[in-house]
């Protein structure tokens, strides 16, 4: 029982980590946008917009990555990330000019050394972005879903393919 828990633990957090690695900025030193004048671009992106797209998203994701094709030979976990990295990363221009940014962000130096003040960039709202990353957003999801669900294969197998239909936790 406890090498299921451990394994149910891991399989938990490399999902955390996938949908890390498919957000394109994540992979930046820019992580949140504010040296390109984006900044606030991660939680509008990932959480304000989703949280504007249709109930049936789920659904979505899933059918499109199930159209995903698995590579024949799985790839190591490390190399599954690196792949989901590069991918998302090629996707960052592409972010970035649909993100309609109506006012840059700011960076501005606290005054004698205090803290530095962050203007989030002004945008329009969530409501009327949502559908215009919805591509974008549906097809980084659908390609983490797919690589998790390889990645979870692969952490099952190693652990013996435990019977899971008697594990109450």
Same mark, same amino acid.
């Given at each position: 029982r406890r090498d299921i828990l451990s394994m149910v633990t891991h399989m938990g957090l490399m999902g955390h980590f996938v949908g890390d690695a498919s957000m394109p900025y994540h992979g930046t030193a820019d992580y949140d946008?504010?040296?390109?004048? #984006?900044?606030?671009? #991660?939680?509008?992106?990932?959480?304000?917009?989703?949280?504007?797209l249709s109930a049936d998203l789920l659904a979505r994701v899933e059918a499109r990555a199930k159209k995903?094709?698995?590579?024949? &030979?799985?790839?190591?976990?490390?190399?599954?990330? &690196?792949?989901?990295?590069?991918?998302? #990363?090629?996707?960052?221009?592409?972010?970035?000019?649909?993100?309609?940014?109506?006012?840059?962000?700011?960076?501005?130096?606290?005054?004698?050394?205090?803290?530095? #003040? &962050?203007? &989030?960039?002004?945008?329009?709202?969530?409501?009327?972005?949502?559908?215009?990353?919805?591509p974008l957003i549906l097809g980084e999801l659908a390609r983490s879903a797919a690589a998790l669900a390889a990645l979870w294969d692969q952490i099952y197998e190693k652990a013996g393919r435990p019977a899971l239909e008697h594990y109450r936790s």
């Amino acid at each position: 029982r406890r090498d299921i828990l451990s394994m149910v633990t891991h399989m938990g957090l490399m999902g955390h980590f996938v949908g890390d690695a498919s957000m394109p900025y994540h992979g930046t030193a820019d992580y949140d946008g504010w040296d390109s004048g #984006h900044g606030g671009i #991660h939680g509008f992106y990932e959480s304000e917009c989703v949280s504007e797209l249709s109930a049936d998203l789920l659904a979505r994701v899933e059918a499109r990555a199930k159209k995903i094709s698995r590579p024949l &030979k799985p790839l190591s976990t490390v190399e599954q990330m &690196k792949r989901i990295s590069v991918d998302s #990363h090629a996707e960052l221009s592409r972010l970035e000019k649909l993100d309609r940014v109506l006012e840059k962000s700011k960076v501005e130096p606290g005054a004698e050394g205090g803290p530095v #003040h &962050k203007t &989030k960039a002004r945008r329009l709202s969530a409501a009327r972005m949502a559908p215009v990353f919805e591509p974008l957003i549906l097809g980084e999801l659908a390609r983490s879903a797919a690589a998790l669900a390889a990645l979870w294969d692969q952490i099952y197998e190693k652990a013996g393919r435990p019977a899971l239909e008697h594990y109450r936790s």
